[in-house]
């Protein structure tokens, strides 16, 4: 069992959509990050936070420590957003541990 | 600031060669790690380096592979003998330090190698 589950594994969407990944982890942690890479394979990182919620735009990242789970939400997508959003957590050494990823596909 | 480089972005080896990646992080970084996405799965971790010193090596493979992060000049994962299960992209990020906190960490485009 990966220590880092993600759901859905794909999700598509009409242009305007709200959407939402979810994603859990098994032991504590010290932060989990939220990564998207293009279908070119780039990797931007979107996210890393440890409590609470961040904000970047139309990305939307919350974490529930209690809970060992955490959720990225597009408000209003686009097809631009289409994407393999990754999931993954540090610990104290800070190396990443990933998710499988959610492919995102946002149709006009 | 230029982001992380890496460098070559496609490269294609015989099996039985070697294959050097190499990887410049973003300026005022001293932090470097190597993740492998081997095709059709997720990322691994594989390697975490400071400047002249390996920090953690738990996801490198045995035999064959080694990483450096040198003084001066970028970090280099190193391939020997290859096979065409090397066949992967490899990503490098690097990430600053703040108080003895590691940051958000950065990603390079990735090399693409492949193995023939």
């Known amino acids: 069992k990966n220590e880092v589950e993600q759901s859905p594994q794909n999700l598509t969407a009409q242009e305007g959509e709200f959407i939402t990944i979810n994603c859990s982890y098994s032991?504590?942690?010290?932060?989990l990050h939220w990564l998207q890479q293009h279908p070119g394979g780039g990797i931007v990182s979107l996210f890393m936070?440890?409590?609470g919620k961040k904000k970047h735009g139309r990305l939307i990242a919350t974490i529930n420590i209690q809970e060992k789970h955490s959720s990225l939400h597009i408000t209003a997508s686009h097809p631009r957003d289409s994407a393999v959003y990754i999931c993954a957590v540090s610990y104290n050494t800070d190396k990443l541990i990933f998710g499988t990823g959610t492919r995102l596909q946002v149709f006009p | 600031n230029a982001g992380v480089m890496q460098n070559p972005r496609h490269l294609v080896r015989r099996r039985g060669q070697e294959a050097r990646l190499r990887c410049s992080p973003m300026k005022g970084h001293s932090h470097v790690y190597w993740y492998r996405q081997l095709p059709e799965e997720g990322l691994k971790f594989m390697v975490y380096?400071?400047?002249?010193?390996?920090?953690?090596e738990s996801g490198m493979p045995k035999e064959r592979f080694s990483a450096e992060f040198p003084k001066e000049g970028p970090s280099i994962l190193r391939i020997q003998q290859v096979v065409r299960g090397d066949s992967a992209a490899y990503f490098c990020?690097?990430?600053?330090?703040?108080?003895?906190?590691?940051?958000?960490?950065?990603f390079g485009p990735g090399t693409r190698l492949t193995v023939l």
């Open positions: 380096l400071q400047k002249e010193n390996i920090i953690d």
């Open positions: 990020a690097s990430s600053p330090v703040w108080g003895g906190v590691t940051d958000t960490q950065y």
């Open positions: 032991v504590g942690i010290s932060a």
């Open positions: 936070l440890s409590s």
